[in-house]
């Protein structure tokens, strides 16, 4: 903010000037003291200028939203999301705008993978303005190991992403078992995060608790990972804040919030988080608006629910003089609800301006230049190559290794002949020079053949029964 902002927002609080949008007659809840009580919210621009009961900053030209029977709390933020892995950033926005979220800090697997560093920046710069405000954690290397991956996550490109203006973390760092073995090359990279505010989001999943101290050790910071009020407390422990999931992938929520019983206080280092969840999903129950509908159902007092969506995440990024309260100085994102117990808002403002309304959007957003982020011929898929059904063919053995697909989130390998219902895999580089056999149990027995780019890595998935219908799916 500069000096001509800050000028104009005391002019507003002191009433010698108008404020540009007045949020008349709510009941404000205040994060920070935890009280509820009767506020009007005068705006200058993005920002708030006043909370108070005080109306002399109302002048001709400003807009009035009237506020009256309804509770005002703070935007909405979720602090870990992937807002690529099946939508753009942009589809994300429209639909969780009306529901009450207006920050997210983003990963920028999906951007990266394919496009490296122009491709983060391309898409970065493109939603600076958009009224969900995207905050960046920078991936410091690939979700599957590849021999290219020297290449597209050199340091210095990652330096380079890190000092764009909404950069606030390195993360997700998936390779716990190399920081808890004190790896130099990962050390050196989770080194990377701004002095000023060395945030590592981790995922830690499967890690003991006595090996989180040393995880914790190398850097990280926060972790989304816990699966149990144990794992929960293991890591909060060791001073790591938690993010707390409810996803279509992990819907553990109710369980993790059990961790509250055994030490209240961790309320203020707990955080929600919706962690890449589909749309289906999303479309079923909600976005942040769900999550805080849990904790509240779960018992969880609602100042402490709100904060976890709030303060809690801002405070975290360090970014709690602009994000997670609605106070002067801050970005006047503000919920209008019905009711403190119905975390779905009746209306939303956001950076300023009313947004959404009966849960219908009202702003319009932008959308990056896709061909322009992605202009490399190994982001084009240029097909120079065609399958063949010998490339799926298995190759002949007494007894193979079969991943069983127990649940969305659990498999089990087998050592065995094969079966019926059996699957043929295969993941297929994207430029046809390689490709890697597997067998598959457990999902879509009856699929002759099925082929997508919708993987971490962005090379091609292939499954079926018939070698030539997974060709044909290519």
């Known amino acids: 903010m500069n000096l001509v902002e800050r000028r104009r927002l005391t002019a507003v609080a002191r009433g010698q000037a108008p404020a540009d949008l007045y949020v008349r007659g709510g009941t404000l809840l205040n994060v920070y003291t935890g009280e509820l009580y009767p ?52 589809a994300l926005a429209r639909f969780v705008l009306p529901l009450g979220t207006t920050s997210v800090f983003a990963d920028t697997l999906q951007f ?38 020297p290449r597209r996550f050199r340091p210095a490109d990652l330096v380079r992403a890190l000092a764009h203006p909404r950069a606030v973390a390195i993360g997700e760092v998936t390779r716990w078992p190399e920081a808890w073995g004190g790896s130099p090359d990962l050390l050196r990279r989770l080194a990377l995060a701004h002095p000023r505010l060395p945030r590592v989001e981790g995922h830690t999943a499967g890690a003991s608790g006595e090996k989180v101290a040393a995880i914790a050790a190398a850097g990280f910071t926060s972790d989304h990972e816990p699966i149990t009020a144990r794992e929960v407390l293991d890591r ?74 709030t303060l809690n995440p801002a405070t975290y990024y360090g970014l709690d003089g602009d994000l997670g309260g609605i106070a002067p100085g801050r970005y006047a994102d503000i919920c209008l609800l019905e009711d403190l117990a119905e975390p779905r808002p009746a209306a939303v403002v956001a950076r300023g301006a009313l947004v959404a309304e009966g849960g219908r959007l009202l ?11 992605f202009a490399s011929p190994e982001a084009r898929l240029t097909v120079g190559w065609r399958a063949r059904a010998a490339d799926f063919e298995l190759p002949p053995r007494d007894r193979y290794p079969v991943l069983r697909l127990v649940s969305a989130v659990i498999s089990r390998l087998e050592e065995r002949v094969l079966a019926p219902g059996d699957l043929h895999a295969a993941l297929v580089d994207r430029g046809g020079r390689w ?16 082929a997508a780019t919708l993987t971490t890595d962005f090379n091609i998935l292939v499954l079926g029964r018939h070698p030539e219908a997974m060709a044909r799916a290519v």
């Open 39 to 90: 506020a009007n919210v005068a705006v200058v621009g993005e920002r708030v200028a006043y909370v108070g009961p005080r109306e002399d900053m109302v002048g001709a030209r400003t807009r009035l939203v009237d506020a009256a029977r309804r509770v005002l709390v703070p935007g909405y933020i979720d602090p870990h999301v992937h807002p690529a892995h099946v939508t753009t950033p942009s």
């Open 112 to 149: 990266w993978e394919l496009g490296g560093l122009r491709a983060f920046r391309t898409v970065a710069d493109a939603l600076m303005p958009a009224a969900l405000k995207f905050y960046w954690m920078i991936r410091p290397h690939a979700q599957s190991r590849t021999t290219d991956e």
């Open 236 to 309: 909060a422990r060791q001073g790591i804040a938690v993010m707390l999931r409810e996803s279509s992938l992990r819907p553990d929520l109710a369980g993790l919030l059990d961790a509250l019983k055994e030490a209240p206080a961790l309320a203020s280092r707990l955080m929600l988080t919706a962690d890449g969840s589909m749309p289906a999903f999303m479309r079923a129950h909600g976005f942040v608006d769900h999550l805080l509908r849990v904790a509240l159902a779960r018992g969880v007092a609602p100042v402490d629910a709100y904060r976890m969506a």
């Open 363 to 373: 702003a319009r957003l932008p959308e990056p230049a896709w061909r322009r982020a």
């Open 435 to 450: 490709v890697a056999p597997g067998v598959v149990a457990g999902f879509a027995e009856q699929l002759d053949g099925f």
